[in-house]
C-alpha cells in the first residue's frame, strides 16, 4: 500500500512538471522510481520512460485545445527524433547507468545556463503567432529532432529539458508554444524508449499505472500554471532553468562516485 501512495505521489510530481514547463518530468522520474517508489535503476528508467510518455500526451492534447501547438514543427520533431531515440536506447541500455547520470547531470547544467541567457521571443499577449516553418528551418528542426531523440534514448528520459530548448532555438517560436509543441516529443520519445526496454522485461507496469493515475491530476495543475505564467515568459525560464540546477546537483551527488570524485 506504501508503494501504491509513493507511485502515485511521485506521478503527480512529475504530470505538474510536464503541464507547467513541458520538460524535466522524466528527470524527476527516475530519481523518484529510484529512490522513492523503490525500483531497481533499470527497470525505473523503463518504468519512469511509459509512465512519462502517457503523461505527455495527456499534457500535449490539454496544451492542443488551449492551442499552444506549432503543429508542423511538433510533428517533424517527433517523427526525425524516433530514429534517434531508438538508436539512442540501444546504446544506453549496454553502459554504466551511473556514470549516465553523472554526464547527463552536466549536461543539464549547461542547458539551464543557455536558457538563463537566452531572450524570449517577442509575443504579444492575446495574440496567435503564425507557425514559420521555412525550409531551412524545417532542416533545423530536424537535426535537433535527431540530437534530441538520440539523448533522450541514450539516457532513458523523454526529454523535454532537451526538446524545449531546441525548439526555441531552431524555430524561435515563443516559449508557451515551444513548451506544447514538445510534449508530442515527449511522449514519443518516452513510448520509444520505454517499449525497447519493455522487449528486455525491463517495465514494471503496474507501478507505472500508479504513477499515470497520480500525473493526471498534476499535469491539469502544470498547465494551468503554465497558462498563467505565459505573459511572463521569463519567469518561465527562470523557473525552467532553476528546476533544471536543482536537479543537476543532487544527480551529480548521488552519482560523483561512479567517476571517482568524493563528496
Do not use: C
Not at 504579444?124 to 537535426?143: D, M, N
Not at 523523454?158 to 515527449?186: C, E, K, R
Amino acid at each position: 500500500m506504501e508503494q501504491i501512495i509513493l507511485a502515485i505521489l511521485s506521478g503527480g510530481a512529475v504530470g505538474f512538471t510536464l503541464g507547467l514547463i513541458g520538460g524535466g518530468g522524466s528527470i524527476l522520474a527516475t530519481p523518484l522510481m529510484l529512490y522513492v517508489v523503490g525500483l531497481p535503476p533499470h527497470r525505473a528508467i523503463g518504468t519512469s520512460a511509459l509512465a512519462v510518455s502517457v503523461n505527455a500526451f495527456i499534457n500535449f492534447f490539454g496544451h492542443a485545445r488551449k492551442r499552444n501547438v506549432f503543429w508542423r514543427s511538433a510533428i517533424i520533431f517527433a517523427i526525425v527524433g524516433i530514429i534517434g531515440a531508438s538508436i539512442g536506447s540501444d546504446i544506453g541500455k549496454a553502459l554504466d547507468g551511473k556514470k549516465l547520470i553523472f554526464y547527463f547531470a552536466i549536461l543539464m547544467v549547461v542547458v539551464g545556463v543557455l536558457m538563463l541567457r537566452r531572450k524570449p521571443s517577442a509575443h504579444v499577449s492575446g495574440a496567435t503567432p503564425e507557425e514559420k516553418l521555412t525550409k531551412r528551418i524545417a532542416v533545423q528542426v530536424a537535426l535537433a529532432a535527431l540530437v534530441a531523440g538520440a539523448l533522450s534514448g541514450f539516457f532513458g528520459i523523454g526529454g523535454g529539458f532537451l526538446i524545449v530548448p531546441s525548439l526555441l532555438l531552431s524555430t524561435g517560436m515563443p516559449m508557451i508554444y515551444a513548451i506544447g509543441s514538445s510534449l508530442l516529443s515527449v511522449g514519443t520519445f518516452g513510448l520509444t524508449t520505454a517499449i525497447n526496454y519493455s522487449l528486455s522485461g525491463k517495465v514494471a507496469w503496474l507501478v507505472a499505472a500508479e504513477f499515470i493515475g497520480g500525473g493526471v491530476l498534476g499535469g491539469f495543475l502544470g498547465m494551468r500554471a503554465a497558462i498563467a505564467l505565459a505573459p511572463r515568459r521569463s519567469a518561465l525560464n527562470r523557473v525552467f532553468a532553476g528546476l533544471i540546477f536543482i536537479v543537476a546537483a543532487y544527480m551529480i551527488y548521488r552519482s560523483a562516485n561512479s567517476v571517482g570524485i568524493h563528496f
